[in-house]
């Protein structure tokens, strides 16, 4: 078959690695030029460890709490938008615990499908893309957070993802080169990392060795229809024919599928990360500091650090007071990294595609026989991405996922 993918993310990029494995003719469109989106600069952790998703108890008050602080790692940008007070609406609606009660096996299940694909990946690929295995350190310095970790680490054991309280004196053991600060924190042995940049940069060419097609500085405008199918995709370089659509286009998503009549709630969830080049005694295991929500990652002698989630639509503004926010925070937890604020050219920017209940789009949309939405992944579509790729490959192929995908469905907000 012919397949059209919207969008050369991860997702759309896992999904043209198994629809071309699996026989299909596959054309990527791309509005940029693949060198830099939100699945090249992330902080490359691969997480079976996070089952709870972002719409959970206590992310209203916390939002809110973090608000009037330019610092802070987590805001909603105020705006008169229908769309955003739409989204606003449907997280309020789901931040809670029967949501994430029911949110947890399905997220769980994807995340471990993925993983295993990336292991897969790892042994097939002709290429390294830094795959290991070492797992993620929580790191939490108050009281008040180590409680919360320790029953985000009891749900995660319920649920069958190890979860190891440490103390303080445990932490530094697992670190030893590195001087760690933290009262303690939660090591989640089943985690893994990777360097998402060099996934992402060397499996293009690589599938463009094996025949996929990709259109670069390529805009998804509009849609051709004809009897509930879509017959043709109108881009800004003409329009291309295709017998099926994968709609992969990040925080975008929503806008595209307007123009099928579509509602698709998406925000996007900005945030930064720079790359501390040659370090010399390096981390070994990547981290988080939660009370700053900042995320730690070796990728080789390098170390990236990422943070912030500003819930700003489409909006690309660097703002670099969340920045220092970021470098401000790595000496409460390292304190022997001397990190200066970066240059705002040195720092990256990714915008994050967030669903409102913190769960993916995957499946086919409701009303156009072969369209395929897979998107929404929010701050897991690097891991999620070969799960969901698999996923689109076998629902275009009529093979029966491997997973089930039903809280995924794309039109449960209607
Ligand atoms: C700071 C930060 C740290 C993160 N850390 C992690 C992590 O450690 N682990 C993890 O799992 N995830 C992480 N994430 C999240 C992860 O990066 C994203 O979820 C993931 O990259 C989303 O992939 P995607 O393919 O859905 O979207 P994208 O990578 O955004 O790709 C979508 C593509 O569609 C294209 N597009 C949009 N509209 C159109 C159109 N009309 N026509 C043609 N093309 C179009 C865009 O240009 C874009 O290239 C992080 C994100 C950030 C910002």
Known sequence: MKVTIIGGGIVGLSSAYYLNRAAHEVTIIEKGDLSDGCSHGNAGMIVPSHIIPLAAPGMIAKGIRWMFNST???????????????????FYKHANERHVEQAIPALKELSLYSKSLYQQLAAELPFDFGYAERGLLMLYQTAE????????????????????????????????????????????????????HNLMRQLIPYLKNRGVTFLTNTVAEDFEKANRKIV?????????????????????????????????????????SFLLKGVESNIRIPSIFLEARVAV??????????GTMEIAGTD???SMNRVKGIVDAIPRYYPDLKVELPDAKQVWHGLRPCSPDGLPYIGRAKGINNLIIAT?????????????GKLVSDLISGKQPEIVIDQFEVGRYT
Not at 156 to 167: D, E, F, T
Not at 376 to 388: D, I, K
């Open 72 to 90: 802070s790692p987590f805001y909603v940008k105020p705006r008169l938008s229908l769309e955003l007070l739409r989204w606003g609406y449907q």
């Open 316 to 318: 690309q503004r660097i």
């Open 145 to 196: 957070t180590e409680k919360e970790e320790a029953e985000t680490a009891a749900i995660a054991n319920a649920h069958g993802v190890k979860a190891q309280i440490l103390s303080k004196e445990e932490v530094q053991a697992l670190e030893p080169a590195v001087r760690v600060t933290a009262r303690g924190g939660v090591y989640f042995p089943g985690d893994a990392h990777l360097t998402p």
């Open 376 to 388: 929404g992944h929010a701050m897991m579509g690097l891991s999620l991405g070969p799960g969901t």
């Open 232 to 272: 043709g995709v109108k881009t800004s370089a003409g329009a291309y024919v295709c017998d099926e659509v994968v709609l992969a286009a990040g925080s975008w998503s929503g806008a595209v599928a307007k123009h099928l009549n579509i509602t698709l709630p998406m925000q996007g969830g900005k945030g930064y």
């Open 297 to 306: 990652t070796p990728m080789g002698n390098d170390l990236r650090f990422g």
